[in-house]
T-cell receptor, first 110, second 119 residues
Framework: GDSVTQMEGPVTLSEEAFLTINCTYT??????LFWYVQYPGEGLQLLLK?????DKGSNKGFEATYRKETTSFHLEKGSVQVSDSAVYFC?????????FGSGTRLLVRP | ETGVTQTPRHLVMGMTNKKSLKCEQH?????MYWYKQSAKKPLELMFV???????ENNSVPSRFSPECPNSSHLFLHLHTLQPEDSALYLC??????????????????FGPGTRLTVT
């Protein structure tokens, strides 16, 4: 069945460091891919998405490129801020539902 | 603000109580979802409603009973819960899938969740 695998956390970075959170997927067909973010005490918010191969999703300085050849959708940001501390979820859509990864906690220290 | 609201935000209940969680979406979507999020566990999809019909029930115990009276509202009725049911319950909505091909996405929009504690 379809699945999403993302790197284990927590990821701890200093402010202004470069961020990469790896995500790979297995799917039949042509899934759309998503990154969601969950801040403490809140629900999940859609951060960015890509609907087909080679698409790049971007939002708030975060980017991810849909790589069909490597079945990956890695999240990157050039310079993280303390306010980016949250849990990040990678997801793919399958049939009528989303398949989520297990989440990666990011902690950014001043 | 995602356009999906949930009430209450926090709920403490005893194992013999009956309570209901409410979700409302203002996005014109016609599919709604209940998820359970427990500490140190992956997000669990509990129920899916598409066009007000239940299309998935992931082996959820009968002490959880969903209701979808219309495309904007979703309820989760709770009774005789166990302490291990304590978790964050998230509601989400999306457009119903109508056979869109490559390049069509059906992102879900989430509410803030109800933090449930069963004592």
């Amino acid at each position: 069945g379809d699945s999403v695998t993302q790197m284990e956390g927590p990821v701890t970075l200093s402010e202004e460091a470069f961020l990469t959170i790896n995500c790979t997927y297995t799917a039949t067909g042509y899934p759309s891919l998503f990154w969601y973010v969950q801040y403490p005490g809140e629900g999940l918010q859609l951060l960015l998405k890509a609907t087909k191969a080679d698409d790049k999703g971007s939002n708030k300085g975060f980017e991810a490129t849909y790589r069909k050849e490597t079945t990956s959708f890695h999240l990157e940001k050039g310079s993280v801020q303390v306010s980016d501390s949250a849990v990040y979820f990678c997801a793919s859509d399958s049939s009528y539902k989303l398949i989520f990864g297990s989440g990666t906690r990011l902690l950014v220290r001043p | 603000e995602t356009g999906v609201t949930q009430t209450p935000r926090h709920l403490v209940m005893g194992m013999t109580n009956k309570k209901s969680l409410k979700c409302e979406q203002h996005l014109g979507h016609n599919a709604m979802y209940w998820y359970k999020q427990s500490a140190k566990k992956p997000l669990e999809l509990m129920f899916v409603y598409s066009l007000e019909e239940r299309v998935e029930n992931n082996s959820v115990p009968s002490r959880f009973s969903p209701e979808c009276p219309n495309s904007s509202h979703l309820f989760l009725h709770l009774h005789t819960l166990q302490p291990e049911d304590s978790a964050l319950y998230l509601c989400a909505s999306s457009q119903e899938r109508g056979g869109g091909g490559e390049g069509t996405s059906y992102e879900q929009y989430f509410g803030p969740g109800t933090r449930l504690t069963v004592t």
